[in-house]
């Protein structure tokens, strides 16, 4: 099989300053955790602190399990939900490997600040392509998480810079046809976004993949699907911050 990445961000609680800290990837047999230049700018500008489970930024870390850091942000197949929690990520039949969902789901937690993404790769057709769940919707009225409910699958969404948004000037807000403001798109695509949308804005598409009614968590509430034209040299998430220091 091919190397699946992911990418661990971390926020600053204070300044919600956002840096993507490290790098799992795995192989089919063995799983790699490294950090990122990213750590080492965290570190330099907001104090971040090696993880416990990986006290080295400049070590390889390798093993045949899944590291327990990752692990324990997945739901335990033995919860009852767990059937709904894989219905609410949309992934195919047979396809709820411990990475594959977390990939999907962001392995956020209420007790931290920690957030993992996948790296995207072209799909069968040659497209940038990504799901994401839509962020910020514990900010909406309740009209906007109404419309959220109403939406139906493959309906499309259109972006919208919010340069005057206080906590990020580069947020990217996403929006109906109708004129709702329904969320965000996560951080950690803009600047790929930035790059594409340079190139030709009319060949970034956003969809509904699916909604995910209560009692589905707001964070798991709307699941987007985002597919581009894939420039000829390009490479995503190639910026510094992203680069192993190993």
Request: with cysteine.
């Amino acid at each position: 099989m091919s190397t699946l990445t992911l990418f661990l961000a971390w926020q600053e609680p204070r300044s919600r300053a956002w840096f993507p800290v490290g790098r799992l990837a795995f192989d089919g047999e063995i799983y790699r955790f490294v950090y990122t230049e990213g750590a080492r700018a965290a570190q330099r500008m907001q104090g971040f602190q090696p993880l416990p489970s990986f006290p080295d930024l400049e070590r390889v870390y390798e093993s045949d399990e899944f590291f327990p850091l990752f692990a324990n942000r997945l739901l335990p197949r033995s919860q009852a939900e767990y059937a709904d929690f894989v219905k609410w990520l949309d992934l195919p039949q047979h396809q709820d490997d411990p990475i594959a969902v977390l990939a999907r789901s962001g392995g956020r937690q209420a007790t931290d600040t920690f957030e993992v993404f996948p790296s995207p790769e072209p799909d069968e057709s040659g497209q940038y392509h990504i799901h994401f769940f839509a962020h910020g919707l514990r900010h909406l009225p309740g009209a906007a998480i109404d419309r959220i409910h109403r939406l139906q699958p493959d309906q499309p969404l259109l972006l919208v810079h919010d340069f005057q948004n206080p906590a990020d000037a580069r947020a990217l807000m996403l929006r109906t046809e109708d004129c709702y403001n329904i969320g965000y798109c996560p951080r950690y695509l803009l600047d790929d976004l930035f790059k594409l949308i340079e190139r030709d804005p009319h060949l970034l598409h956003v969809a509904v993949e699916r909604v995910n009614l209560p009692p589905a968590p707001l964070q798991l509430r709307l699941l987007c699907n985002l597919t581009a034209r894939w420039p000829e040299g390009f490479s995503p998430f190639a910026d510094e911050m992203y680069q192993a220091i190993a």
